[in-house]
T-cell receptor, first 112, second 114 residues
Framework: GQNIDQPTEMTATEGAIVQINCTYQ??????LFWYQQHAGEAPTFLSY????GLEEKGRFSSFLSRSKGYSYLLLKELQMKDSASYLC?????????????FGKGTRLSVIA | SAVISQKPSRDICQRGTSLTIQCQVD?????MFWYRQQPGQSLTLIAT?????????ESGFVIDKFPISRPNLTFSTLTVSNMSPEDSSIYLC???????????FGQGTRLTVV
């Protein structure tokens, strides 16, 4: 089975930096994903980590430690439009593309 | 990246009836999945839609309640059968191909059962 934990809610100030943590326990591991979901919309892909370390993409960075079962998503220079839910998801091992298993999501509110 | 068209975008249905949700991808994809998202909650996998064979259901979901079709590599349907108010949720179609690592999502179907 798989267990994915992330904080339920976070609040941060416009222009600041926020780090959203995710811990996971899985029987197999074949990558960790972060998605952004605005209310009433579909999730959109942000980042993917399969090896340990930091992946940077503009204002967004994602880190993975496989030995610790830990990841974080770092958002810099926060903007009001970054207010959304951020979903951590893990892919299990398997032949072909196995489905993603999602955590409960972290609802981020960016305030002025 | 694949573009997924899902319809209807929303519907209000009477209890006891059934609703079929369609998912069309603009390119051939290897895998298609159906998720459910309760209000304010994350995504729960219902099943993997297998092309040309029966879908693979997750624990707690059965074929009689959520029959799924996938006649080809670009299209799938999910039917929510004999609906009750507890089935009110957002249903999302997802697809993965052999080119991109990530999964793509349709816009979702917001279902309300009254």
């Amino acid at each position: 089975g798989q267990n994915i934990d992330q904080p339920t809610e976070m609040t941060a100030t416009e222009g600041a930096i926020v780090q959203i943590n995710c811990t996971y326990q899985t029987s197999g591991f074949n990558g960790l994903f972060w998605y952004q979901q605005h209310a009433g919309e579909a999730p959109t892909f942000l980042s993917y980590n399969v090896l340990d370390g930091l992946e940077e993409k503009g204002r967004f960075s994602s880190f993975l430690s496989r030995s610790k079962g830990y990841s974080y998503l770092l958002l810099k220079e926060l903007q009001m439009k970054d207010s959304a839910s951020y979903l951590c998801a893990v892919r299990d091992l398997g032949s072909g593309n196995t489905p993603l298993v999602f955590g409960k999501g972290t609802r981020l509110s960016v305030i002025a | 990246s694949a573009v997924i068209s899902q319809k209807p975008s929303r519907d209000i249905c009477q209890r006891g009836t059934s609703l079929t949700i369609q998912c069309q991808v603009d390119s051939q994809v290897t895998m298609m999945f159906w998720y459910r998202q309760q209000p304010g909650q994350s995504l729960t996998l219902i099943a993997t839609a297998n092309q040309g064979s029966e879908a693979t259901y997750e624990s707690g979901f059965v074929i009689d309640k959520f029959p799924i079709s996938r006649p080809n590599l670009t299209f799938s349907t999910l039917t929510v059968s004999n609906m009750s108010p507890e089935d009110s949720s957002i249903y999302l179609c997802s697809a993965m191909d052999n080119v991109n690592t990530e999964a793509f999502f349709g816009q979702g179907t917001r279902l309300t059962v009254v």
